[in-house]
């Protein structure tokens, strides 16, 4: 979670016009309303959806604005709801389902997986699935084996489904504007500690497409991918590694599937080395995937590997201690020890001093 003085140094930048200052979660419920308001068919619900809290503050207001029948609780029964969701989408709704955690979506996977992701294909383009399904990862006050779970794996192994994991308050609301108005599923992923980290987004209505990643910082030396909220320590990573003169370029691929091989690859080819660090278990991961499309590519086209690595979750449950989560997690002092040594040689070791700190500006958007 952004420190105090992270926040802070969110507000440095001069206000442009037609763009402010939000947090990610407020981005997020922007998008709903601006897409309620244009689009009758698109209607919002799942658990708690109506609750005082509105899953974070990202429904606040809405049930109140478009009524109960567009905006609305439903029981606790995943399964059940994903079918009522797949179905409002197969009769031309636009449904927003909202699961509080990514963990209990293994509840509703062959609704998921041999429904939504293969209508389209097994009726012949006859039948389309609009749907976007919203669910939340991360860490946080212990939350342990099985609310900690980010899965997106899984969805990605899926032909028929489509996975984003935007990082910034931008490329939220862009993304989920995006979602609502594709015809296929799409898994929307948020994690948790990113909702109250700010960033510049435009007041209109706007769509950032699915399937193009964003590089975030440049730089020569080394490039690192990350995913979600990895995104925020890599950043933090790349101020540690300017102290010892290491310039990291940092790309968020924010579409996790289609995935922009493209821009990762012309990152590579400039730096020579890629770190992959993932909001998951490495093995059969998103990183896996990166890696190995990397390893394709250079051999398909000749040239030189370069040198990889990859970081994430150890591979067991997640602890729910507060010391045993700080080594479960890859973070900026432990990506930047790792690239550290992949720019000056095996064996060679640093990292950060203890109390290293790093302010990071808000992404402020192409604009």
């Known amino acids: 979670m952004l420190t105090q003085a992270d926040k802070m140094t969110t507000h440095t930048a001069p206000e442009q016009e037609g763009v402010r200052l939000i947090r990610y979660v407020d981005a997020l419920r922007e ?3 601006q897409e309620m308001e244009r689009d009758p068919r698109v209607f919002l619900f799942g658990l708690d959806v109506d609750d005082h809290k509105g899953i974070q503050g990202s429904t606040l207001g809405l049930q109140e604005r478009f009524g109960k029948d567009r905006v609305f609780c439903t029981p606790l029964s995943e399964d059940a709801m994903t079918g009522v969701a797949i179905g409002a989408a197969m009769a031309g709704l636009r449904p927003i389902h909202v699961h509080i955690r990514m963990d209990f979506m293994l509840l509703c996977m062959n609704q998921l997986v041999n429904m939504a992701a293969k209508a389209h294909y097994m009726y012949n383009g006859q039948v389309q699935v609009p749907l976007v399904v919203r669910t939340m990862i991360g860490r946080s006050w212990g939350q342990g084996g099985q609310h900690s779970q980010a899965l997106h794996s899984l969805f990605m192994h899926i032909p028929g489904l489509k996975v984003v994991a935007p990082s910034n308050a931008n490329d939220a609301k862009g ?3 995006a979602a609502i108005r594709d015809n296929n599923p799409v898994i929307f992923i948020e994690h948790r500690l990113l909702y109250a980290v700010d960033g510049y987004v435009p007041y209109k209505s706007f769509e950032v497409p699915l ?3 964003r590089v975030l910082q440049e730089g020569e030396d080394v490039t690192i991918v990350a995913v979600s909220h990895m995104v925020m320590e890599a950043l933090r990573a790349r101020k540690h590694l300017e102290t010892v003169g290491i310039k990291a370029e940092i790309i968020d691929p924010i579409s996790l599937w289609p995935l922009d091989m493209d ?11 890629l770190l992959v660090v993932d909001n998951a278990w490495l093995t059969c991961g998103a990183s896996s995937e990166i890696l190995t499309q990397v390893y394709e590519t250079c051999r398909r086209t000749g040239e030189n590997l370069p040198e990889l690595a990859r970081m994430g979750f150890a591979f067991t449950t997640c ?8 080594v479960f997690y890859p973070n900026s002092r432990t990506i930047s020890a790792q690239a550290y040594e992949m720019v000056k040689g095996k064996g060679n070791r640093w990292e950060p001093p203890a109390d290293a700190r790093t302010e990071i500006d808000a992404f402020k958007g192409p604009f």
């Open 263 to 273: 821009t990762i690859m012309q990152s590579v080819r400039k730096t020579g080395k």
């Open 319 to 326: 602890p729910t201690t507060k010391p045993l989560e700080n």
């Open 31 to 33: 998008a709903f309303e």
């Open 211 to 213: 399937g193009k990643a």
């Open 175 to 177: 993304c989920m504007i």
